[in-house]
């Protein structure tokens, strides 16, 4: 039935329109990068009047994209361990042990998923100059600041998943493990987590994709020094020009870690965001 | 991001029987609450604590004169709130617009975006040469930092030089004009454009993953019994999607509805009236005029009307599938 002629020509058009609705803009995206400024300032071509490597290389002189790209790596990685790391404790607990308060935690974690973050945006600010004026612990402008931030983002998500993925490891291997004189956290690192270890790809991917792609805190809580990718990239526009070849070139050369990592592990992500719509 | 299952696996998994590590007396007693610190002391200073603070905060009168000292802000009551549903001022006035416009939004994005992932989900399932090249591709828009594909769209919906206008005038002759997209009235169908095809993959992904777990032979059945391709879609797909359908219209749609970044990275910071999403406004609301007890106003309203929608469909859809 379904290799009919009417499926076949279905299948066609589907594949060709969305096709063209995704490759278009990348496609831009790719030959900008490759134009010189009088094309991209001109009215629109398909195809460069000479291809030129220059945006890749001047980018990085219009604005400070190197610091900006230290300040989005550092911030990224470390909040993807911590991240993961917390998450695989706590997705450990709700996962293997029954004891008060573990629905109320579940849920509350949950939820907060739900909220936009432009709620939690303006207290965050006002509570972060606060510990400043308190303690003298700089958050607003600091990596520090958006590293707690972001690991708190991918946590609710990376423990919901995670404990879905403990769960489908039996627990006759945690006894195996006890029996052979592990504690529980022997048991957590040497079965649990091995056997669990797509689930852990895929919960670090999601959480290095959100930190780096993170838009609304990283306009209100940076400053110069730890600007990061998603706000320095909006630097090219200056009073007198746009420089449209180089911002696609430096939203290329940005976007090529997370694609990479996604495309890489994609069947781990893949799996992983749908654990459980899928049983 | 995603909670794509029907229920918290904290639900739906068998409740952890007192076996295994859970059996041992003394030490698990503790340990549970060592092992969830790190994450409950991280939610309660990212979100609950925040939370609290913006519920205080929407009942202060907090102007930029009290944002170095914002414990000391006066009380305002319910001032806050009342200038925010007064829809006969200024700043009431623009919140509705603004809720008005961010529902259309909302709704829109999060139908073609589920139609198009349908159709792809479907035209992908039977395998054929070059399947999961195609798959990776589609799921390139999702992939890529939001940021670095809405500037992509903001360059290709400038009037002038962009590669949409290019497109409408040059190559396909549809108007003479170039209509411009990032100001007036064309700009809601500007983000549209650009939110669908950054979430529809989003949509693709998870019908495809709940299109495999319906049996094969199911079809090969129905088809014995003379069911076209539609009549097998509408009766046996459709409902075998229905728990991933439930979780995944609700996540688009409390996503699309919290959306920032497109209108962010999309107009800069002159929004046009139409494209003006409420997340944006508040943002501009509070950090533009500093009055931040007006935007924490706009927040709650904003959050308890997120909560009663989500609850009315959990209701709702709850109902309905007991029923079935």
Not at chain 1, 133 to 154: A, E, H, K, M, P
Not at chain 1, 197 to 223: D, H, N
Not at chain 2, 16 to 25: K, Q, T, Y
Request: with cysteine; net charge positive.
């Amino acid at each position: 039935m379904r290799d009919t002629k009417g499926f076949k020509a279905y299948r066609a058009v589907v594949l060709t329109v969305l096709g063209l609705f995704v490759l278009v803009p990348l496609y831009v995206m790719v030959t900008s990068s490759l134009k010189p400024l009088s094309d991209v300032q001109g009215a629109f071509t398909w195809w460069p009047s000479h291809i030129t490597l220059d945006p890749f290389v001047d980018m990085w002189k219009t604005v400070p994209l190197a610091r900006y790209f230290v300040n989005s790596t550092i911030v990224s990685v470390v909040a993807t361990v911590c991240s993961v790391a917390i998450a695989i404790l706590a997705a450990f607990a709700v996962s293997r042990f029954r004891f008060r308060g573990r629905s109320v935690f579940t849920t509350t974690v949950l939820s907060t998923q739900m909220f936009p973050g432009v709620l939690f945006l303006l207290p965050l600010f006002l509570i972060f100059v606060n510990i400043n004026n308190s303690i003298g612990v700089q958050l607003v402008g600091t990596r520090l600041g958006l590293i707690i931030t972001y690991l708190t983002f991918s946590l609710p998500f990376s423990i919901w998943m995670l404990a879905g993925y403990f769960d489908s490891i039996p627990r006759e291997l945690d006894e195996a493990a006890l029996v052979d004189g592990c504690g529980p956290m022997g048991a957590l690192a040497r079965v649990v987590l091995p056997a669990a270890r797509p689930g852990v790809i895929a919960v670090a991917i999601y959480s290095f994709m959100t930190a780096w792609g993170e838009v609304l805190f990283a306009s209100v809580m940076t400053t110069e020094s730890n600007r990061t990718l998603s706000v320095g990239l909006r630097q090219y526009s200056t009073q007198t020009n746009v420089y449209w070849n180089q911002i696609m070139a430096a939203a290329l050369v940005v976007s090529i870690p997370v694609v990479i990592g996604f495309l890489l592990a994609q069947r781990h992500f893949v799996a992983g965001v749908t654990a459980g719509a899928v049983k | 991001m995603a909670v794509v299952t029907d229920e918290a696996p904290a639900a739906t998994a068998t409740k952890p029987s007192r076996r295994g590590l859970d059996r041992r007396p003394g030490l698990s007693r503790k340990l549970p609450y060592l092992l969830l610190a790190p994450a409950v002391v991280l939610e309660l200073l990212i979100h609950i604590v925040p939370m609290l603070v913006g519920i205080w905060m929407s009942f202060v009168k907090l102007t930029k004169f009290f944002i170095a000292n914002w414990s000391a802000a006066p009380w305002a009551g319910f001032n806050n709130y009342r200038v925010a549903v007064d829809f006969h001022n200024a700043v009431g006035e623009g919140l509705l617009k603004s809720f008005g416009v961010t529902v259309a939004f909302s709704l829109i994005t999060l139908a073609i975006s589920w139609i198009l992932g349908m159709a792809a989900a479907v035209a992908l399932q039977p395998p054929f040469k070059g399947r999961s090249a195609v798959r990776t591709l589609f799921l390139v828009p999702y992939a890529l930092p939001a940021y670095a594909g809405i500037l992509t769209w903001n360059f290709m919906l400038q009037r002038d030089t962009g590669a949409v206008n290019h497109i409408l005038v040059e190559n396909l002759g549809l108007t003479s004009d170039r209509p411009f997209w990032l100001i007036g009235g064309n700009a809601l169908a500007s983000l549209i454009t650009v939110a669908v095809w950054k979430l529809w993959p989003f949509a693709f992904l998870t019908l495809m993953a709940g299109l495999q777990s319906i049996p094969r032979d199911v079809y090969e059945a129905a088809a014995v019994d003379g069911a076209g391709s539609i009549r097998q879609w509408r009766n046996i797909t459709l409902p075998a999607l229905r728990p991933v359908n439930l979780v995944l219209v609700l996540v688009l749609f409390l996503w699309t509805f919290s959306d920032f970044n497109t209108p962010y990275v999309l107009f800069g910071n002159a929004q046009p009236p139409a494209g003006d999403l409420i997340t944006f406004h508040i943002y501009n609301a509070s950090f533009l005029t500093w009055n931040f007890g007006s935007g924490a106003a706009m927040s709650v309203l904003l959050l308890i009307f997120l909560m009663i929608v989500t609850g009315a469909y959990l209701i709702v859809t709850g109902r309905r599938s007991r029923r079935a």
